[in-house]
């Protein structure tokens, strides 16, 4: 199993440019969790979704960011236009049926800087 | 903000000795998990805790939850270099969401 993928590793924009993240959830697995991760705030969770449905967004800062999940194997996180204070680790987590007792797995994270 | 707590924020020790790290939450939760971040790295799953359990060990991690208190604390046995990393906490609540909330992190340093 690849465990969970995101692309890209690292991103440098400018401010006020559109940056789209990626992520594999681990197959089989039906929640979806986008993360972002930074020194001031820690780890805030911004949306997750329930078999490609979004079930909770409360945590989506503006409307500059959207999520989608078209199929059971793909997610995107856009921000448009991206802002400075954007930058932080954008972090992608699935887990399987049953969530509530089930453990998360983490991708490996975007490192996203805007200028 | 639904984020837990943590201290120490940061701990360092020497290779052998035990590290504790606690946890404090907010809400009723259905579970309680610890997770170690690697510098650089994304969240690995350690050890979950159900709210009618008190206490659970793996290996040399040792988990207590105190609902009343609403608190928790992750212990590692004879500590080892190789276990310097970040150390959070995770609660799912008891509200019919699957939204795991995590604490602050304990940044824990072992010297070797």
């Known amino acids: 199993d690849a465990g969970v993928i995101q692309s890209p590793r690292h991103e440098v924009t400018e401010m006020g440019q559109e940056v789209t993240l990626r992520c594999k959830p681990i197959?089989?697995?039906?929640?979806l969790f986008w993360y972002r991760q930074t020194m001031m705030r820690g780890l805030e969770l911004l949306i997750y979704?329930?078999?490609?449905?979004?079930?909770?967004d409360s945590g989506m800062p503006e409307d500059r960011f959207s999520a989608k999940m078209p199929n059971a194997s793909f997610s995107t996180l856009k921000i448009q236009p991206s802002e400075p204070r954007d930058s932080a680790v954008y972090f992608c987590?699935?887990?399987?049926?049953?969530?509530?007792?089930?453990?998360?797995?983490f991708g490996s994270g975007t490192q996203l800087s805007v200028l | 903000s639904q984020q837990g707590e943590e201290d120490p924020q940061a701990l360092s020790i020497q290779e052998g000795e035990n590290a504790t790290m606690n946890c404090s939450y907010k809400?009723?939760?259905?579970?309680l998990q610890w997770y170690r971040q690697n510098s650089g790295r994304g969240l690995v799953h350690l050890i979950l805790?159900?709210?009618?359990?008190r206490e659970k060990h793996s290996g040399r991690l040792r988990v207590t939850l105190d609902t009343s208190k609403k608190s928790s604390s992750l212990l590692i046995t004879a500590s080892r270099a190789a276990d310097t990393a970040s150390y959070f906490c995770a609660t799912v609540s008891t509200s019919g969401t699957y939204k795991y909330i995590f604490g602050t992190g304990t940044r824990l340093k072992v010297l070797a």
């Open positions: 197959s089989g697995h039906d929640y």
């Open positions: 979704f329930n078999n490609n449905v979004p079930i909770d």
């Open positions: 809400t009723s939760i259905n579970n």
């Open positions: 987590a699935s887990s399987s049926q049953g969530a509530i007792n089930e453990k998360l797995f």
């Open positions: 805790i159900r709210s009618n359990e």
